[in-house]
Structures are given as structure tokens and as C-alpha cells.
């Protein structure tokens, strides 16, 4: 009270903020963001400190190349932003390009991509940076500016090479879940890996006086060919996906509190990538009696490097690898998610029933809308799929009865009106017909006809109640299983099995 009295609402809100222990103290650590704007100087950081560059090490050179979110495909923009203040959106609107286009690294910095010695089987994933969130442990504050000092591996992950290159205020883990990295062997030779990864950060767009802006790209994935002792890499790349038409959820508050209502919505990112230039090479070069020697031939162009072809000895397809990671992040993926069109010529082929959810962010990354426009809670999709969606009897019923399926909505209304395919166009009709914001839960027969449905939000109030309590339901809670959620849903898809029995 009396900080609020002293401070004002959004005066503390900033304090609270940089007060990241919450003991109404700001230490030098916690004040060190502020002093870094006002001076406009940043220390040196840890790690730089603690490694010194090897003179006889390689290195590495890596551009970012980075296409600003199209404002369009925002939501928001078809009434032209209505309501929306110019101030929420300016980090948005102002990040235009990479923050360091280019920078030149350490071949060593990349040793935390190397498998442990318990994980060297291709596919076999392990977490680089794990996830520490998850439905019980509930989710991060909203209300920060800055991101937290690094730890361990996340040092190279956060303030040195990384996110970093593309804005100065990256949160290596995420306010919800699942947060982290994860990896796996894709291909084996004698002296190199192929490591496949999948990365989930984020961004916090703003600064003080305004609110904060989170920017949250679906996911970061990518890959690195890099020597077994790491002294050498031949090849990196990382990359936001932009297959589907919607891949990044943007979040900001409007009050000086966590509990302040907040704005959400979610858009297009045409590119966000890491690349290097070429393998690394020796940052000292020397002749065959150790001596240095100049980079540059007599008539003064660089040395060429000539690298040994790889000869991979076991190797496994980019897709089974980037499935073998969703799975980790994700377990409800156990079971196969098919494209919208796939999963109805399969369910044709195979004369099942297609499960299907319909909502507006994707439901196996971190762009899943949220749940509420004026809460800052877990989105429904979210949820889902961290409870009913990835639980036993769910899984087992959904992998021999059904075929599965999510979709965007902007997805199904750019197919309803493609008039090339009317069979195509039908199916995403009857869809939407039965769409209700934010996450619609759907059973369909192969020619696309509905036999069931729920919407998520109504799925969770009824299943967040006492069973004494829903006086009139279409579900019943059942007594086989202690968790409600996996009861309904359960008891929703016996019911879409049990009215499609006359067609089927």
C-alpha cells in the first residue's frame, strides 16, 4: 500500500516489473536494464568474462534475415485497429529489421547442440533447455519488461548469438508451456552429427512508460551439422515456419496490473531466420610447422578452405526427426494429425470418423490464441491440449476409431471460397456452420456432414464443475476415470461413434 501510495498504479507496475523477487528492493541486477537505457552503455556480459575466444578456434559467421509482420493479417486490422492505441502497437510497427544483422561467432558456442551420452540414437529426442511449466505449475507473469539474467546453457541460447540477433529483448522460456528446447540426432558419420531442434522463445516488444507486447512466434526450428568434439560447423540454420497462413500470437495489456485486461491477436510473419554464410573456419591460420601465417594469398585475396565431403553412415528424413520433437514438446501428437482435405479422403479410405478441432491459432505451437480478450489466462486450445487431448484413454480411442485433424479458421475460410474444388469448399462450409470462438470441437462424417460438436469453452466451464452441479447436459460425468475432463471428452466421442452407427 504504501509503494502504491508513493509510486502510483503505474509507477509500481514498472517497479514490479524490474522487481523480479518481489521483495519491494531494486539490487543493482534488478536496476541493471534501467541503467542500460539511460546511459545507453551494457556491460560486459558473464559469459563473454568467463570464455575467452581459443586464438587457434574456429569461427563461425551468421546473417538474420527478418520480414516485419504483415499488419494485415492481423485480426484487428479489418476495422482499421479500432480502439487500439498508436502507443500499444509501437514496438510492433517500429520493429522493422534485425537488431544485428550479421555476427560472428565461436564454433564452441554450438557445443550445447551435442547430444548427451545416454541420447545417441537417431530420433531419440532430449531437452537443451527443458521446459519447467506445465498445467499445474500455471504460467509467467505478463507484467515484465526485460528478460531475466541467463543460466547455464541458456547463456548461449539467449545474450550471444541467438534470439538476440533479432531484438534486444528476448525470453529464452515462455510464459506458458512447453518452454525450452528440445533435440535429436538426424544423421551419423564418423566424426559429425546432424542435430535437429525445435526452440520456443519470445518477445517483449515494449518499453516503459508503455505496456508490455508480447510477441510469440509459433515455434523456431531448424538444424546444425557440427563436428562430435564441436571444433568445427559445417552448417546452421534456425527458422520460424511459414507454412501456415497465421504462425506468430501477439498479447499486450492495457493496465498497470496483472490482472489489467489485455488485447490479443495473431498474424503473419513472412521470415525470422539464422543462417551461416559457410562452414567455420580457423580464425588463426598455420603452415604445416605451426607457423601463423597470413589469410590472405600473395596477390591478396582470402584463403579458400576446402572441406572433406560427409559420408552419413545413418540418417533419418527431416520430417520423422521435426515429428520426433513435436512429440516431446507435444504428447497429444502420439496420434496423427492430418490436413484438413488428407484427413477426409482418409477417413473416406478407412471409413472412420474424422475428430476435428477448429480454432483460430495453431494447436501444436506457441501462436495458440488465447482463451480471453480481457484475461490473461492459458488460451483453450492450450488447455486441451496439455489435459484431454494427451491423456491415455483419449489417445487410445482417437488413434482406433477416428481420424484427426485441426485447422485454422482463416485456413477453412480461404478453402470455403475456392470454388476449384466444391467438395473441398463444402466440407470447410459445413465447418464453419458449427465454429464457435475461440476452439470448436467437431465429429463429421467422410462427406463432411456433422454429427457432433462442442464448443471449448463450454467443454471447460461444465467440466471445471462439481458432477452434482450440471442439472441438464447432453454429457455425463462417469465414474471410471477421477479427472472430469478426460470423462466428457471421452463421453463426447462414444457419442459421435454412437450417432454415426446408422451411416457408417
Known amino acids: 500500500e504504501l509503494a502504491l501510495k508513493s509510486l502510483g498504479n503505474e509507477g509500481l507496475f514498472l517497479f514490479s516489473s524490474l522487481d523480479t523477487n ?21 556491460p560486459v556480459s558473464e559469459f563473454e568474462e568467463e570464455e575467452t575466444p581459443d586464438p587457434s578456434g574456429e569461427t563461425l559467421s551468421i546473417v538474420a534475415k527478418f520480414q516485419p509482420l504483415v499488419m494485415e493479417t492481423m485480426t484487428k486490422s479489418k476495422d482499421g485497429f479500432l480502439g487500439i492505441s498508436h502507443v500499444a502497437l509501437s514496438g510492433l510497427r517500429n520493429w522493422t529489421a534485425a537488431a544485428t544483422p550479421m555476427s560472428v561467432m565461436l564454433a564452441r558456442q554450438f557445443k550445447a547442440f551435442l547430444p548427451p551420452k545416454n541420447k545417441l540414437h537417431l530420433g531419440d529426442p532430449w531437452w537443451i533447455i527443458p521446459s519447467e511449466l506445465n498445467i499445474f505449475t500455471g504460467y509467467l507473469s505478463n507484467n515484465r519488461f526485460y528478460p531475466p539474467p541467463p543460466k547455464g546453457k541458456e547463456v548461449r541460447y539467449e545474450t550471444q548469438f541467438l534470439y538476440i540477433m533479432f531484438h534486444s529483448r528476448p525470453f529464452v522460456k515462455t510464459r506458458f508451456a512447453p518452454q525450452g528446447a528440445v533435440a535429436c540426432i538426424q544423421a551419423i558419420s564418423t566424426f559429425y552429427y546432424t542435430i535437429a531442434f525445435r526452440i520456443h522463445a519470445e518477445f517483449q516488444l515494449n518499453e516503459p512508460p508503455d505496456f508490455p507486447f508480447w510477441f510469440s512466434p ?17 552448417e546452421f540454420k534456425l527458422f520460424v515456419p511459414n507454412n501456415r497462413s497465421l504462425n506468430v500470437d501477439m498479447e499486450w495489456l492495457y493496465g498497470a496490473s496483472e490482472s489489467s485486461n ?14 551461416s554464410t559457410g562452414p567455420s573456419i580457423p580464425s588463426v591460420i598455420h603452415d604445416e610447422n605451426g607457423n601463423v601465417i597470413d589469410s590472405r594469398d600473395p596477390s591478396g585475396e582470402p584463403i579458400q578452405f576446402v572441406f572433406e565431403e560427409i559420408t552419413w553412415q545413418q540418417e533419418i528424413p527431416w520430417e520423422e526427426a521435426a515429428q520426433k520433437l513435436e512429440v516431446a514438446m507435444y504428447p497429444f501428437k502420439k496420434v496423427s494429425y492430418l490436413p484438413f482435405t488428407q484427413a477426409f479422403e482418409r477417413a473416406k479410405a478407412e471409413k472412420k470418423l474424422v475428430h476435428s478441432i477448429l480454432l483460430w491459432g495453431a494447436l501444436d505451437d506457441q501462436s495458440c490464441k488465447p482463451l480471453s480478450a480481457s484475461l490473461p489466462l492459458p488460451g483453450s486450445g492450450r488447455t486441451l491440449r496439455e489435459t484431454v487431448l494427451e491423456s491415455s484413454p483419449i489417445l487410445a480411442l482417437l488413434n482406433e476409431s477416428f481420424i484427426n485433424s485441426w485447422s485454422l479458421v482463416k485456413e477453412l475460410e480461404e478453402l470455403q471460397t475456392n470454388r476449384e474444388n466444391e467438395f473441398y469448399s463444402k466440407l470447410a462450409d459445413l465447418h464453419l456452420e458449427k465454429y464457435n470462438f475461440p476452439v470448436e470441437m467437431i465429429i463429421c462424417l467422410p462427406n463432411g456432414t456433422v454429427i457432433h460438436h462442442i464448443n471449448a469453452n463450454y467443454f471447460l466451464d461444465i467440466t471445471s464443475m462439481k458432477p452434482e452441479d450440471v442439472e441438464s447436459s447432453i454429457f455425463s460425468f462417469s465414474n471410471n476415470f477421477e479427472d472430469p475432463s478426460t470423462a466428457t471428452y471421452l463421453q463426447f466421442l462414444k457419442e459421435g461413434l454412437q450417432r454415426a452407427k446408422p451411416y457408417l
Do not use: C, W
Open 262 to 275: 489485455m488485447e490479443v491477436d495473431i498474424g503473419s510473419l513472412p521470415q525470422m531466420e539464422l543462417e
Open 22 to 42: 518481489n521483495d519491494l528492493y531494486l539490487s543493482p541486477e534488478e536496476f541493471k536494464p534501467i541503467a542500460e537505457k539511460l546511459t545507453g552503455v551494457a
Open 218 to 234: 509459433g515455434q523456431f526450428t531448424g538444424h546444425i551439422i557440427l563436428s562430435k568434439d564441436s571444433s568445427h560447423v559445417r
